[in-house]
């Protein structure tokens, strides 16, 4: 299959502590296609981040809280107008939103295998180097809101302005690949506002893709790592409904909700800002629509928001029963699923069936890929290291042809040196036949074929004695040292009888009883042979297992076989190195 334009493919890649979501994305005349889906399992191990979540989680769910937004200190934020105590209360103390409650010292597992294999299958469909952009889970992000009343609403801050204030209410300082900064709508007081978006330091996007550097691999180029909170809003701010001229004063309120397996995460935006984002830990999306609908309704009347008019949603699980929900509890908004208004598919079942864990894996491809409509609504992010998007100088080829070409000129060696090695065998031949007296070659050339008759009748007879000798000893040999092999290994196994013994082709097959399952298990791994049927009976109230099993016979020569054989390849090599017999020779016999 032709191979595509790599720069008009993009693979969108999502990963979750137990799955890998992949969109392969390309660029056509009519737009952005999503030409293929990808899931795959990863494999498990001791410690992930769902696992160092536990205690964490327990502890949430048996407060009933999930609130995981840290305010800034000042008192114009919104967070002092919280009227739901009660449901959000004893987390002013928690510090840093850190999704994952994970510690330092807990192992971020590679994907290394499972991102392999999907870049195989895309090769395979003719797309070999997509440009790939990857999204950071939950649980490796941290959503901190910086409240900053020393600067002016309206104005732009730059970044380092912004990283200086962060330092200065929380205390941490980090690098600019690990914490990006989205501008909200300002308090009530025209307080600005902001919400810092913080990358852990160590994640498996990060890890898996310097294993793969440190292998020298050939990998397609890495240009962009993002999370899901800014996906979100880009896509909210792509899909918004335009505003009639005679209400351009007043705001216009969208809601983004997406139901995942772990969280639900809940954004709402004024216009094209952001107005709050909320990560609600214990609310699945396994709990009824009206509960989650209920808990947006609350969120909306805390912080004020007016009447929603588009709401995006997806869910992992029965996301029409909570499309309806939405529909009933939000009358006058448009709501629509967040697959519904992605790039159509090439196989639109594809994005019907596209889970929500799936989405963000899209966003992410659509970042990379120029389209006018995502255009500038995605916020300038990218958590992945500067080390990672720079390009690895890698081989043009790969080991294997280097160790083809490293075979093909060591055969071609062998075989130069095989040609002069026989030129001078030649040589030395002609040379001593050259020597020899030029009188013997009258002798009668009758007598000398009738003695090369004569030895090499004598040298058949021996060989068809010793292929009859060999034949009966491995025939007879092969038998007894089954049985001897069977008996030896059946006393080891105790509980266990023979009744019948049969041959059948290259194997025998064994008919017995045994007093245990285990027994006969343990005889099968020592004679390596396989169980064809094993049946269960009580007798007399004790346990018997009717067992039927093949053993392989042994093809192995015996020793006297062995031995005739390593007599006769002395002998060939004997007469490989004595020179050929001339008419000379046998005359002199």
Not at 356 to 378: C, H
Not at 514 to 542: H, K, M, N, P, Q
């Amino acid at each position: 299959m032709a191979s595509r334009n790599a720069a008009k493919t993009v693979l969108g890649v999502m990963v979750t502590g137990r799955t890998l979501h992949a969109s392969l994305l390309e660029v056509t005349g009519e737009g952005p296609r999503l030409v293929r889906q990808f899931t795959r399992q990863r494999s498990a191990t001791a410690s992930t981040p769902e696992a160092s979540m536990g205690n964490d989680l327990d502890s949430l769910e048996e407060s009933g809280s999930d609130f995981n937004i840290q305010f800034g200190d000042e008192g114009g934020s919104d967070a002092d107008n919280m009227f739901i105590a009660s449901e959000f209360g004893g987390l002013e103390g928690a510090g840093a939103a850190d999704l994952s409650g994970a510690t330092a010292s807990d192992v971020v597992e590679s994907f290394a295998l499972e991102l392999a294999d999907v870049l195989s299958e895309c090769e395979d469909l003719g797309y070999p180097r997509p440009a790939m952009a990857f999204t950071l889970e939950a649980s490796d992000v941290s959503i901190i809101e910086l409240v900053t009343p020393e600067f002016k609403e309206g104005k732009d801050v730059s970044r380092k302005k912004l990283r200086k204030a962060f330092v200065e209410q929380h205390g941490e300082l980090l690098s600019t690949d690990r914490v990006a900064f989205i501008s909200q709508t300002p308090t009530d007081e025209g307080v600005p506002r902001y919400l810092a978006v913080k990358a852990s330091e160590e994640n498996a996007v990060t890890t898996t893709l310097s294993e793969l550097r440190s292998e020298k691999r050939r990998i397609p180029p890495a240009k962009l790592l993002d999370s899901e909170v800014p996906l979100y809003l880009g896509l909210a701010r792509a899909t918004r409904p335009e505003q009639p001229e005679e209400e351009v004063d007043e705001p216009v309120y969208s809601l983004v909700v997406r139901a995942g397996e772990d969280d639900t995460v809940v954004l709402f935006l004024e216009g094209g800002k952001l107005r709050h984002t909320e990560n609600l830990r214990s609310l699945t999306a396994f709990e009824p629509p009206e509960t989650i609908c209920s808990r947006v309704l609350l969120l909306q009347d805390e912080y004020g928001i007016g009447d929603i008019s588009q709401v995006l949603l997806c869910s992992e699980d029965r996301e029409d029963d909570l499309a309806e929900s939405f529909e009933m509890f939000f009358p006058e908004a448009s709501v629509s699923a967040m697959r519904d208004v992605l790039p159509p598919s090439k196989v639109e079942r594809d994005r019907s069936e596209m889970k929500a864990s799936a989405i963000p894996a899209t966003l992410a491809a659509l970042r990379l890929i120029k389209d006018e409509q995502y255009q500038g609504v995605f916020e300038d992010i990218n958590f992945l290291p500067a080390e990672l998007r720079r390009r690895q100088f890698v081989l043009p080829v790969s080991w294997q042809i280097i160790a083809l070409y490293v075979v093909l000129f060591c055969t071609v060696l062998f075989f130069v040196a095989r040609f002069f090695t026989l030129q001078s065998t030649i040589a030395d031949y002609r040379d001593r036949v050259d020597q020899d007296d030029p009188t013997l070659v009258d002798e009668d050339p009758n007598v000398l074929q009738a003695r090369i008759d004569s030895l090499q009748q004598v040298h058949a007879e021996y060989m068809r004695g010793l292929d009859v000798l060999e034949d009966l000893m491995v025939g007879s040999d092969r038998w007894s040292r089954a049985m001897e092999t069977t008996a030896r290994e059946m006393s080891i196994v105790e509980g266990l009888w023979v009744d019948s013994w049969q041959p059948s082709g290259s194997e025998i097959e064994l008919r017995g009883n045994s007093v245990s399952r285990d027994g006969v298990v343990t005889l099968a791994e020592r004679l390596d042979g396989r169980i064809e049927t094993l049946t269960f009976a009580e007798i007399r109230d004790w346990p018997v297992y009717s067992y039927r099993l093949r053993v392989p016979l042994s093809n192995e020569l015996p020793e006297a076989a062995v031995f005739l054989r390593e007599r006769i390849a002395e002998q060939q090599a004997q007469e490989d190195s004595t020179p050929p017999m001339t008419p000379a020779a046998l005359g002199a016999e």
